[in-house]
């Protein structure tokens, strides 16, 4: 697809990335020059220095014959421009980063009457996906697949859990579980197991099952801890009054620590029912004063990747039993933050990166792709593809033990007339159903790409 990108910023930046990677034709808009040249000679895109909500700059970026517009800029109302001169010079579809917390009751009506195809808000879903981690404190990444039928998780397997030294064959038959294992991080290692394959301590294991069946697996295993109910939260950027009002409206207690007076006294106002703090959330001598070897969760958002992982160190220290989640923005960090163990990290601007992607996945398949989700595990290493069956294959209606697959090749699911089946070898593909497919070989675009 032919896409036009405007903003290059720490979102943008990742967005074009995304596409690039993916084969997409990108062309960069930004006003900064220096900019756009580190964005054309470090991927493989077109760059235009310029303001991308004026029509002569979008003309020079060939609006006209583009498929997609997506605006990334710091400015709301200037992203919206942006995308408005879009449809109407090059009839494409287009996609807005809309940030204001005021503008969020009212995203429906802006989506529609701008003709817009997708609005991203890259705090607000970050907050979403914390939220998700505090209902489900044993995972370390949690996402989805088939419309929330199917959940992709990952957590690492301690001591005690009864799954070391167990082989996926016999963990199937002495725990009765619905529940695949995919992938399995083991040091250097990224691995799809086979039935053969036996649990270390210390792996970290990706999982695919049905919905309704991931909590069971977890007290089956005996990891299924209650959903925090006091959560500490340093930073008060946008992403805590977004997860704040999340989750003081499921019950939960939370207590917000801001340095900044001014913006401690706003988020007093917007959250009454939350505690909030004008202090340092870095001082641990104010956190420990606050309770932080008592809260269930930790969950550190300040706009600094050193302040945050320093913080979580501390409270890993004091309280073992807290859900940690650590906001790091810099990747270049990815090695040394693994090595510390610091539960869940959460980038904002991986995630939107991620969803606007797949976005752009589905706008694909009306001309011939049929992925529907693909996430990618173990920083890149291994990904997970949904796939939507749309025509007759070698792979329909034949049983999985007799396809020929590429090797580390996994299929993960089947989802039959909404029902979510964990596949057998038995087991067969049929047109309309979708499919999960795990791998570590990448580049696949059509489910036919699996087999050999």
């Not at 960069?28 to 580190?38: F, P, Y």
């Not at 590429?406 to 979510?420: D, E, Q, S, T, Y």
């Amino acid at each position: 697809m032919k896409i036009i990108v405007i903003g290059c910023g720490n979102v943008g930046s990742t967005i074009v990335k995304h596409l690039s990677m993916e084969g997409h034709d990108v062309t960069v808009v930004d006003s900064n020059e220096q900019i756009v040249k580190d964005a054309t000679s470090a991927l493989d895109v077109m760059g235009i220095v310029g303001n991308g909500s004026t029509l002569g700059v979008l003309k020079e970026a060939d609006v006209v014959n583009a498929d997609l517009v997506i605006a990334a800029m710091n400015s709301d109302e200037r992203n919206l421009l942006a995308c408005l001169i879009a449809r109407k010079a090059g009839k494409c579809k287009t996609i807005a980063r809309v940030r204001t917390p005021e503008y969020r009751k009212e995203i429906g009506y802006i989506k529609e009457e701008l003709g817009l195809s997708m609005i991203f808000n890259p705090e607000f879903q970050a907050s979403v996906e914390i939220a998700r981690l505090i209902k489900f404190p044993s995972a370390i990444e949690i996402d989805s697949f088939a419309k929330g039928r199917v959940d992709l998780m990952k957590f690492e397997v301690k001591d005690e859990c009864p799954l070391v030294n167990m082989s996926l064959k016999d963990m199937h038959k002495n725990l009765k579980s619905e529940v695949l294992i995919c992938v399995v991080e083991r040091g250097e290692q990224t691995i799809i197991p086979n039935g053969d394959f036996v649990i270390n301590k210390g792996d970290k294991v990706y999982f695919v099952a049905p919905a309704k069946k991931t909590a069971q697996f977890f007290r089956t295993i005996g990891m299924l801890e209650e959903r925090a109910r006091n959560v500490m939260i340093v930073g008060g950027g946008q992403i805590t009054e977004y997860l704040a009002s999340s989750l003081i409206s499921s019950g939960c207690a939370v207590k917000i620590f801001e340095k900044d007076p001014k913006r401690a006294s706003e988020l007093a106002e917007i959250l009454p029912e939350a505690i909030v703090i004008n202090a340092d959330g870095g001082d641990k001598d104010i956190i420990s004063e606050e309770g932080i070897d008592k809260t269930q969760a930790f969950v550190a958002l300040t706009n600094r990747d050193e302040e945050n992982v320093m913080m979580s160190i501390y409270a890993k220290k004091v309280n073992s039993k807290a859900k940690l989640i650590t906001k790091v923005h810099r990747s270049t960090y990815d090695d040394i933050i693994s090595d510390l163990n610091l539960g869940s990290i959460i980038n904002p601007k991986l995630i939107t990166g991620q969803n606007v992607a797949q976005f752009v996945r589905a706008l694909q398949n009306s001309v011939g792709s049929n992925i529907e989700t693909l996430y990618k595990l173990n920083e890149g290493r291994a990904e997970a593809l949904e796939f939507i069956v749309r025509e007759k294959s070698g792979l329909v209606d034949v049983p999985l033990m007799d396809l020929k697959l590429k090797p580390n090749v996994l299929i993960a699911c089947i989802v039959h007339n909404g029902v979510v089946e964990t596949p057998k070898g038995t087991s067969q593909i049929a047109v309309g159903d979708t499919v999960i497919v795990v791998t570590t070989t990448t580049g696949f675009s059509d489910i036919k790409d699996i087999l050999r």
